[in-house]
């Protein structure tokens, strides 16, 4: 979290990087369990992808919907995205990004908590 070294005190850093590896850990287990279809690789900022699709013929946008997770106090977020195709391709992002919620609060589409 280079960007982040002068807007935090050293405890808030520690409790930051906890979150961080706490969410990222769940999301490794949640593409582990429930693998998306889609292995090409997405990141966060990606607001869709494409693939062949089954169902509409050719290579068709597939919409990536936000999921952001708060932390207990409400000070850090986890970002990841994943989306779903009539077809039934998946897609989810491997590595989620960790934010300062009052800098990048939640855009749209749901909010997770855990
Ligand atoms: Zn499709």
């Known amino acids: ?3 982040l070294r002068q807007k935090l005190s050293p405890e808030e850093k520690v409790a930051g990087r906890k979150f961080r590896d706490e969410q990222q ?8 369990t429930d693998p998306p279809t889609y292995d ?3 990141d966060t900022l ?5 693939h062949e699709c089954a169902k509409q013929g050719g290579r068709k946008a597939l919409s ?10 409400k000070k850090f977020g986890f970002i990841f995205k994943e989306g779903k195709c009539r077809c ?5 992002t491997a590595t989620g990004r960790f934010v300062i919620a009052s800098e990048r609060p939640p855009l749209e589409g749901r909010v997770a908590r855990r």
Do not use: C, K, W
């Open 40 to 42: 090409e690789g997405v």
């Open 64 to 73: 990536m919907q936000e999921v952001y997770i708060f932390s207990d106090d």
């Open 88 to 92: 039934g391709e998946t897609a989810r």
């Open 1 to 3: 979290m280079p960007e």
């Open 46 to 50: 990606q607001r869709y992808i494409r």
């Open 25 to 32: 850990a769940y999301l490794d287990r949640l593409n582990e």
